[in-house]
C-alpha cells in the first residue's frame, strides 16, 4: 500500500510543516488497530485432532459493539487520498499521467505479489503433500482474507488524476455524490432484496472516503466543518443500527441480512465520517504534539514497517496455531470466561512476539519484499500502454478480491485461474512504452 509507505508531505504551501506527523500517527496507529482486531477475532480451536474456528461476534453478539473502535479503514482511505494528493501535485513535470499511476501501482503490487506467490507456493506444497482440503481452506482464508483492501486502493489509486480533476472542479460536491451514490445503492438493493446490487458500494464508499482525504489537502475541510460533520454523522450512526436496516456490527457477521462492511452501507459511511472530522479537525494540535523527541523517528521507522505488518500479520496466525494448539501450550477455555479472555491476551502476546520477529526479517531483505513490481518497455504507442496499464490494475484487483473472498485454498484446491489473472495483471502494468509519453497529465 502506497499510502503506507510513503511518509505523509505537507499540502504544499510555502511555509508549512515538511511532513503532517499527525496522519503518520493515524496511518501506523491504524493498521496496528486493524491486526490486533484480526487476531482477537481469529478465535482458532484445535479439538478431537481438528482446527477450527469459533466466531465470539456470533457466540457474544455483544462484542459487536467493539468493532465501532476497529473499523478504521475508513482513516486509511482519507489519509491514502491525501497522501496521493500530494504525490500527484509534486510530481515531476515532465511526468504522464501514464507514469505516475504505474508507479504508484508498481508500488503497491511488488510487496503483494511477493506475499501473494509465497501463499501460494506454500498452498500447493502443502496440496502436493496431502493436507486435509479442509484445513488447507481455513488456512488459506484467513491469510487472504484481508487482500480486499488491496483490491479497491488499487483501484481509487488508479482514478487519481480524475478524482484531483473533481475536487478543483466541484469541490466537496465530489464526495457528496459519491455518498448520495451509496444512499441511493443502498436503498434499492435493500428494499428489492437484490443484495448483489450494493455490491458498487465498494466503489462509492471508499471513494467518497478517498476524496475527502483529497479534498483535505486542497483545504476544502476546515475545523469547523468537520467538526460539524463529526456531529451530524454522530446523532445519525445510532439512529441507522437501531431503527434502520443496518445491523451493529461494523465487519461482516454470518447471518446478518444486510453488513456493514461486505459491502459497505451507509451506516459504515457515517462511522468513517465521525472518524474523519475528529481526526482530521486535531491533525495541527497532534502535529505540534508529535514534534518533539523521538515521536519523528518512531512514526518514522512504523510507517516504513506497516506495510509489511498489514500483508504479513495473519501468517503468525497459521503458524502459532499449527504448532502450538496441538502441542498444549496453549489454553483453550470456554468461550468468554474470564480464562478465556486471559488466553485471547496470552495470545496476542505470542502473535506480536512472532510478528516481530517476521518483520525483522523482512526488513533485513526489503530489497526484495518491499521493491515495487518491475516494469519493461515494449515497443507500443503511449496511449496502448495506457490501456494496458488499467487493464492490468483491474486484473489485479479482480483476482485480489477473489483471493480474499474464496482464500488461497478454495473447497482445498489451488487458484490457477485467480493465480494466472493476477500474474498476467502485473505483466500489463509493468510494460511501458519504449517511447515516453508526451500526453502531460
Given at each position: 500500500?502506497?499510502?503506507m509507505?510513503?511518509?505523509?508531505?505537507?499540502?504544499?504551501?510555502?511555509?508549512?510543516p515538511p511532513?503532517?506527523?499527525?496522519?503518520?500517527?493515524?496511518?501506523?496507529?491504524?493498521?496496528?488497530?486493524v491486526v490486533?482486531?484480526?487476531?482477537?477475532?481469529?478465535?482458532?480451536?484445535?479439538?478431537?485432532?481438528?482446527?477450527?474456528?469459533?466466531?465470539?461476534?456470533?457466540?457474544?453478539?455483544?462484542?459487536?459493539?467493539?468493532?465501532?473502535?476497529?473499523?478504521?479503514?475508513?482513516?486509511?482511505?482519507?489519509?491514502?487520498?491525501?497522501?496521493?494528493?500530494?504525490?500527484?501535485?509534486?510530481?515531476?513535470?515532465?511526468?504522464?499521467?501514464?507514469?505516475?499511476?504505474?508507479?504508484?501501482?508498481?508500488?503497491?503490487?511488488?510487496?503483494?505479489?511477493?506475499?501473494?506467490?509465497?501463499?501460494?507456493?506454500v498452498?500447493?506444497?502443502l496440496?502436493?503433500?496431502?493436507?486435509?482440503g479442509a484445513?488447507?481452506?481455513?488456512?488459506g482464508w484467513?491469510?487472504?482474507?484481508?487482500?480486499?483492501?488491496?483490491?479497491?486502493?488499487?483501484?481509487?489509486?488508479?482514478?487519481?488524476?480524475?478524482?484531483?480533476?473533481?475536487?478543483?472542479r466541484?469541490?466537496?460536491?465530489?464526495p457528496?455524490?459519491?455518498?448520495?451514490?451509496?444512499v441511493?445503492v443502498?436503498?434499492?438493493?435493500?428494499?428489492?432484496?437484490?443484495?448483489?446490487?450494493r455490491?458498487?458500494?465498494?466503489?462509492?464508499?471508499?471513494?467518497?472516503?478517498?476524496?475527502?482525504?483529497?479534498?483535505?489537502?486542497?483545504?476544502?475541510l476546515?475545523?469547523?466543518?468537520l467538526?460539524?460533520?463529526?456531529?451530524?454523522?454522530?446523532?445519525?450512526?445510532?439512529?441507522?443500527?437501531?431503527?434502520?436496516?443496518?445491523?451493529?456490527?461494523?465487519?461482516?457477521?454470518?447471518?446478518?441480512?444486510?453488513?456493514?462492511?461486505?459491502?459497505?452501507?451507509?451506516?459504515l459511511?457515517?462511522l468513517?465520517?465521525?472518524?474523519?472530522?475528529?481526526l482530521?479537525?486535531?491533525?495541527?494540535?497532534?502535529?505540534?504534539?508529535?514534534?518533539?523527541?523521538?515521536?519523528?523517528?518512531?512514526?518514522?521507522?512504523?510507517?516504513n514497517?506497516?506495510?509489511?505488518?498489514?500483508?504479513?500479520?495473519?501468517?503468525p496466525?497459521?503458524?502459532?496455531?499449527?504448532?502450538?494448539?496441538?502441542?498444549?501450550?496453549?489454553?483453550?477455555?470456554?468461550?468468554?470466561?474470564?480464562a478465556?479472555?486471559?488466553?485471547?491476551?496470552?495470545?496476542?502476546?505470542?502473535?506480536?512476539?512472532?510478528?516481530?520477529?517476521?518483520?525483522?526479517?523482512?526488513?533485513?531483505?526489503r530489497?526484495?519484499?518491499a521493491?515495487?513490481?518491475?516494469?519493461?518497455?515494449v515497443?507500443?504507442?503511449?496511449?496502448?500502454?495506457?490501456?494496458?496499464?488499467y487493464?492490468?490494475?483491474?486484473?489485479?484487483?479482480?483476482?485480489?478480491?477473489?483471493?480474499?473472498?474464496?482464500?488461497?485454498?478454495?473447497?482445498?484446491?489451488?487458484?490457477?485461474?485467480?493465480a494466472?489473472?493476477?500474474?498476467?495483471?502485473?505483466l500489463?502494468?509493468?510494460?511501458?512504452?519504449?517511447?515516453?509519453?508526451?500526453?502531460?497529465?
Open positions: 500500500m502506497v499510502v509507505t510513503q511518509n505523509s508531505s505537507s499540502r504544499g504551501h510555502p511555509g508549512s511532513r503532517e506527523l499527525a496522519l503518520d500517527l493515524y496511518r501506523s496507529a491504524a493498521v496496528m488497530l490486533i482486531g484480526h487476531w482477537l477475532l481469529s478465535v482458532m480451536t484445535y479439538r478431537d485432532g481438528e482446527f477450527g474456528r469459533d466466531n465470539p461476534l456470533v457466540l457474544m453478539p455483544w462484542t459487536q459493539w467493539l468493532t465501532w473502535g476497529f473499523q478504521v479503514v475508513p482513516v486509511f482511505f482519507a489519509v491514502a487520498g491525501y497522501a496521493s494528493a500530494v504525490s500527484w501535485s509534486r510530481r515531476d513535470a515532465a511526468a504522464s499521467r501514464q507514469e505516475w499511476v504505474r508507479r504508484r501501482v508498481a508500488r503497491v503490487l511488488g510487496p503483494t505479489a511477493v506475499y501473494a506467490g509465497f501463499v501460494l507456493v498452498m500447493g506444497a496440496k502436493i503433500g496431502g493436507i486435509d484445513v488447507l481452506e481455513l488456512g484467513a491469510v487472504a482474507m484481508h487482500l480486499w483492501f488491496l483490491a479497491v486502493y488499487l483501484m481509487v489509486v488508479a482514478l487519481t488524476p480524475l478524482a484531483v480533476a473533481a475536487n478543483r466541484w469541490g466537496l460536491a465530489a457528496a455524490a459519491l455518498a448520495v451514490c451509496l441511493v443502498d436503498v434499492v438493493g435493500i428494499v428489492t432484496g437484490y443484495n448483489e446490487i455490491m458498487a458500494n465498494y466503489f462509492f464508499c471508499w471513494a467518497a472516503v478517498y476524496q475527502l482525504g483529497i479534498a483535505w489537502h486542497g483545504g476544502l476546515g475545523r469547523r466543518l467538526a460539524g460533520m463529526a456531529a451530524a454523522a454522530a446523532v445519525a450512526l445510532p439512529l441507522l443500527v437501531t431503527w434502520g436496516p443496518y445491523p451493529v456490527a461494523m465487519i461482516g457477521v454470518p447471518g446478518d441480512r444486510v453488513e456493514n462492511s461486505a459491502p459497505p452501507s451507509a451506516a459511511l457515517a468513517a465520517t465521525v472518524q474523519i472530522g475528529v482530521f479537525a486535531i491533525v495541527p494540535l497532534l502535529n505540534r504534539a508529535l514534534t518533539r523527541g523521538a515521536w519523528p523517528r518512531i512514526l518514522g521507522v512504523a510507517n514497517n506497516v506495510m509489511a505488518l498489514y500483508l504479513w500479520h495473519m501468517m496466525v497459521i503458524v502459532v496455531t499449527v504448532v502450538a494448539y496441538p502441542a498444549g501450550l496453549l489454553p483453550q477455555p470456554p468461550l468468554g470466561s474470564g478465556w479472555w486471559l488466553a485471547r491476551l496470552e495470545w496476542e502476546l505470542v502473535l506480536a512476539v512472532v510478528t516481530a520477529a517476521l518483520l525483522c526479517l523482512l526488513f533485513w531483505q530489497r526484495f519484499f521493491a515495487a513490481a518491475p516494469t519493461f518497455a515497443p507500443v504507442p503511449a496511449g496502448v500502454a495506457e490501456g494496458m496499464l487493464a492490468g490494475t483491474g486484473a489485479c484487483a479482480l483476482a485480489l478480491s477473489l483471493l480474499s473472498s474464496n482464500g488461497f485454498a478454495p473447497h482445498g484446491e489451488f487458484p490457477a485461474a485467480t494466472v489473472l493476477f500474474v498476467a495483471g502485473v500489463l502494468v509493468g510494460a511501458r512504452p519504449r517511447v515516453r509519453a508526451q500526453t502531460q497529465a
